[in-house]
């Protein structure tokens, strides 16, 4: 079962920034939080992941508090193909527990 | 390099016939997991395979699934006697062999039933 919680959905305006929020209270010492995305009818993609330090990538930035129990993906400047399914997934080995996600609806 | 591939992209099965999927892992990886969607619902894991040996199946369904991963050629996801209720996506992911947690995923499978 997911250990994350997201809000269900979420709009954004083009060119703004997007941002994710994602609850992991019982997260251990040792997992890593991940997020992915999957577009309509197609396979989920690899955005950017983290332990506890902040990361940015070309595609976005991941935001975890000091404690680890939250972080935040953000989305510098959303795009209309940005519109998709966000997961939040916290693991340390190869099994990836998705939830329902965040639906992102980027609008013009 | 290529991402994962997968073919057939959609599939159509009568109720009863077999259904194979493929699944070609991105090159240097040899790690290959399966995971199914059904219709309004999120992506669940299936399997977890290394070459020639099945690692973790405990999100298969005991009956008339079963997957492999031959030393040569692409991993097949096997479903026998197929049913309605087997309609859905099957995505399959490969990770490399130091980072099992970095899993890339295909465009995924549509199996329908009729």
């Known amino acids: 079962d997911a250990k994350t919680t997201q809000p269900p959905s979420m709009d954004c305006a083009e060119g703004r920034a997007a941002n994710l929020p994602c609850n992991h209270s019982?997260?251990?010492?040792?997992?890593?939080v991940y997020w992915y995305r999957q577009i309509h009818s197609q396979g989920p993609q690899y955005i950017i992941h983290?332990?506890?330090n902040n990361e940015t990538n070309e595609m976005a930035s991941l935001i975890i508090t000091e404690d680890r129990k939250s972080s935040t993906l953000i989305l510098p400047h959303a795009t209309l193909r940005d519109t998709a399914v966000y997961y939040c997934?916290?693991?340390?080995?190869?099994?990836?527990?998705f939830g329902a996600g965040t639906t992102v609806t980027v609008r013009a | 390099n290529a991402g994962v591939m997968q073919n057939p992209r959609h599939l159509v099965r009568r109720r009863g016939q077999e259904a194979r999927l493929r699944c070609s892992p991105m090159?240097?990886?040899?790690?290959v997991y399966w995971y199914r969607q059904l219709p309004e619902e999120g992506l669940k894991f299936m399997v977890y395979?290394?070459?020639?040996?099945?690692?973790?199946e405990s999100g298969m369904p005991k009956e008339r699934f079963s997957a492999e991963f031959p030393k040569e050629g692409p991993s097949i996801l096997r479903i026998q006697q197929v049913v309605r209720g087997d309609s859905a996506a099957y995505f399959c992911?490969?990770?490399?062999?130091?980072?099992?947690?970095?899993?890339?995923f295909g465009q995924g499978t549509r199996l329908t039933v009729v």
């Open positions: 395979l290394q070459k020639e040996n099945i690692i973790d």
């Open positions: 090159k240097g990886h040899s790690h």
């Open positions: 019982t997260i251990s010492g040792n997992e890593y």
């Open positions: 992911a490969s990770s490399p062999p130091r980072t099992p947690t970095e899993a890339f």
């Open positions: 997934i916290v693991h340390n080995d190869y099994k990836l527990s």
């Open positions: 983290g332990l506890k």
